[in-house]
């Protein structure tokens, strides 16, 4: 994509402009809030309390935050490949397929430790596979990604009713979901991490996948910027033609960064399925895998940005059901409107405020140039 | 008679939820035919059927709902157009930001207005539309075949299903027959071209949008206005996606976009009619599998197995002029 502007210092590029859209998108959703005719500072208020008040808050907080950790990794990844991943949702979902599978095979006879590292491998092929079509589809028969992930957003939707009301339901039982899982099935909480900080984690579902999370960022961070595959996914995304001259197959990293971010959506099962809810029910994603582009873009797709996204998150979803329990006019719908004004804001509408920034910078440069050359006369 | 009883219900079924696909596909038309890549058309949607319930419910006028879904359904296209023709942001990043304002804003200001979960209140006979008997549908009715096909079939419908009917060839007339659609349809292919013709493509995309607009306002009115007797939260589910998977599969062509919508609307209205009973030969159908046909066509289309389908050339590229 052409970008017809000025180079930017990196702290304004990376913190200043982001904040300013995040700014503006939470101005916006306060006007909202006036508008129901509630009073927004409250709402603030509830929500910082509900999402850091007490150490079950922030158990919570970080709860949601290891979710988007995996889903925002997952947009990043193909993005930087210039791909455009709209499917982690469907990816997700079919991803608790692998976390399932391990946990119904081997919760009652094997410890956690034993059973985690093959959820792991299952949810990753899983999601890996949902996106491999897709990928597979683009590279080879040019079909546009955005389009088939989206069509396979809705099939993964019908796949996983069929699933858990035919296949994966026990016998005699009527809810769609799998039998709850035994012991093996069930992740540690990270319980004494909070504790160093003197908190208590309560019944928050706050567990080892978040580890998990952060490692993956890690990889991430290394997999884009430290190894050839990365640089040469780097390259496609920055300019194809380039690529193709350099003798980059782009084929293979299409279909190779569309497995690796369909994986990464998919370890975000693990989360709710063996960390929270120790069976997988209908709907578990609950609309991660589309938080997950609103935490990419706002992170930039890096790393370093996606986790506190994913933070940020996070804490509109833990907060937001506190602004709900206190302010009954305000739903967790309310995090919906957000979460799409920070995609508006920090996505389609990111260059909105730089000319004038650029502008600001562009004559603050010129009144130290005047300055030196006054000096130097 | 009995298989032939059936059919005549079956395809009038299919003519009442083809409808609103119909009308946001044609909608998708204009700006993709124009290069603006819109994935916005559920959220449009939505905002308009929300519009119409609310202001509809207010007012007792179904002209006025009719009316206020339209302008909101601009104003969210207008968002979009400025967001992907002056920002020259991603235009796919746009349209979802879109889809999730309005599925949050529609439940939250619902609830706060109306307090009936996120429904709007349920219309009265003025405040909604009324099916359209054609002159001697009674009279007709006995008459073998042709009678329950003009009965049945073609009348009893909304006045906005004959709308929705009459835009097909009525966009195919504005796009080829007409010198804003040759530009329109240039524009899409290669904006060069046409600036250098001294024609403005920033313009030329916003009118586009805003006929994008005014359609989706349509297909959100006749769901909230003429399906239903009032707005239900999410009550698009998914339309807007179909509407779009249509326009694929019509590869961007109004005839084809009216049979493309039919076929889907066919798909849920065989569903329905299928749940349970099983079929000759292949058993039961699981009802999921029926549901995911429109997509699953989709994708297998865009794969190039079914004909090729081409979009516009300069489709989801903002357009920069060169200094």
């Known amino acids: 994509m052409s970008t017809p502007y000025a180079k930017l210092p990196g702290w304004v590029e990376y913190g200043l402009i982001p904040l300013i859209n995040l700014a503006v998108a939470f101005l916006v959703a306060g006007l909202v809030v006036l508008l129901v005719g509630e009073n927004p500072f409250e709402a603030a208020y509830h929500l910082i309390n509900g999402a850091f008040g007490r150490g079950e808050y922030i158990g919570f907080t970080l709860y949601y935050a290891t979710t988007f950790i995996f889903t925002g990794l997952a947009v990043a990844v193909a993005f930087h490949a210039g791909l455009f991943n709209i499917g982690g949702e469907g990816q997700a979902?079919?991803?608790?397929?692998?976390?399932?599978?391990?946990?119904?095979?081997?919760?009652?006879?094997?410890?956690?430790?034993?059973?985690?590292?093959?959820?792991?491998?299952?949810?990753?092929?899983?999601?890996?596979?949902?996106?491999?079509?897709?990928?597979?589809?683009?590279?080879?028969?040019?079909?546009?990604?955005?389009?088939?992930t989206i069509m396979f957003n809705f099939i993964a939707s019908s796949l996983m009713v069929y699933l858990l009301t035919r296949v994966l339901k026990p016998l005699g039982s009527m809810a769609p979901q799998t039998r709850t899982f035994a012991e093996g099935g069930q992740l540690p909480k990270l319980d004494w991490l909070l504790s160093i900080f003197g908190l208590n984690v309560g019944t928050a579902p706050f567990n080892i996948s978040f580890l998990l999370a952060l490692a993956a960022a890690f990889g991430v961070w290394v997999l884009i910027w430290r190894t050839k595959l990365g640089y040469e996914m780097r390259t496609m995304g920055h300019s194809p033609s380039a690529a193709r001259y350099a003798g980059i197959r782009e084929s293979r990293i299409t279909v190779i960064t569309m497995m690796i971010s369909g994986g990464l959506a998919g370890m975000m099962a693990l989360n709710p399925i063996m960390g929270e809810q120790f069976r997988m029910q209908l709907d578990f994603v609950q609309g991660a895998g589309f938080v997950g582009i609103a935490v990419a873009l706002m992170g930039r797709s890096h790393p370093g940005g996606i986790i506190p996204a994913a933070i940020l998150f996070g804490v509109l979803y833990q907060g937001g059901a506190e602004i709900a329990f206190e302010m009954p006019s305000i739903s967790r719908d309310m995090i919906v409107i957000i979460q799409g004004l920070v995609i508006l804001f920090a996505g389609a509408l990111e260059n909105m405020f730089r000319p004038a920034i650029t502008r600001a910078f562009a004559m603050r440069g010129q009144r130290a140039a005047a300055v030196v050359q006054t000096k130097g006369a | 008679m009995d298989f032939f009883h059936v059919l005549v219900v079956l395809l009038e079924s299919t003519i009442r939820v083809s409808v609103p696909l119909v009308f946001a596909a044609l909608a998708g038309l204009f700006t993709e035919r124009a290069g603006v890549f819109d994935i916005g058309l559920e959220g449009k949607m939505l905002g308009a059927a929300f519009a119409a319930g609310a202001v509809a419910a207010v007012t007792q006028s179904v002209w006025m709902g009719l009316l206020a879904a339209i302008l909101i359904s601009i104003l969210l296209s207008l968002v979009h157009g400025y967001a992907s023709i002056t920002q020259r942001g991603n235009q796919i990043v746009s349209g979802v930001a879109i889809n999730f304002i309005v599925a949050g804003s529609t439940v939250i200001l619902g609830e706060a207005w109306f307090r009936q979960g996120g429904r709007t209140p349920a219309l009265a006979e003025g405040a909604r539309f009324q099916t359209i008997n054609l002159p001697g549908a009674d009279a007709v009715r006995e008459v073998p075949v042709l009678g329950p096909i003009y009965a049945d079939l073609l009348s009893g419908h909304f006045l906005l299903t004959y709308l929705a009917f009459a835009m097909v060839p009525a966009s195919w007339w504005i796009l080829y027959r007409t010198r804003f659609g040759l530009r329109l349809r240039a524009v899409g292919e290669n904006p060069g071209a046409v600036d250098t013709a001294g024609i403005s493509v920033i313009w030329l995309r916003y009118r586009a949008v805003i006929c994008c607009g005014i359609l989706c306002g349509f297909a959100g009115a006749y769901l909230s206005l003429a399906m239903t007797a009032g707005f239900v939260k999410g009550m698009t589910a998914g339309k807007g996606y179909i509407a779009l998977a249509a326009l694929i599969f019509a590869k961007w062509r109004p005839k084809n976009v009216m049979f493309a919508c039919l076929l889907f609307g066919?798909?849920?209205?065989?569903?329905?009619?299928?749940?349970?009973?099983?079929?000759?030969?292949?058993?039961?159908?699981p009802v999921q599998l029926m549901q995911a046909l429109p997509y699953i066509l989709t994708v297998i289309l865009l794969a190039g197995f079914i004909g090729k389908a081409i979009p516009p050339k300069a489709g989801g590229v903002p357009y920069v002029k060169e200094r």
Request: proline fraction near 7%.
């Open chain 2, 266 to 285: 066919f798909l849920d209205a065989l569903a329905i009619r299928l749940q349970g009973t099983p079929l000759p030969l292949v058993g039961q159908v």
């Open chain 1, 93 to 148: 979902y079919v991803g608790g397929i692998g976390v399932a599978l391990a946990c119904l095979w081997l919760d009652q006879v094997m410890p956690w430790y034993v059973v985690f590292p093959l959820a792991i491998v299952g949810s990753v092929f899983f999601g890996a596979l949902w996106a491999f079509l897709p990928g597979w589809l683009q590279a080879k028969r040019g079909s546009h990604i955005v389009i088939t």
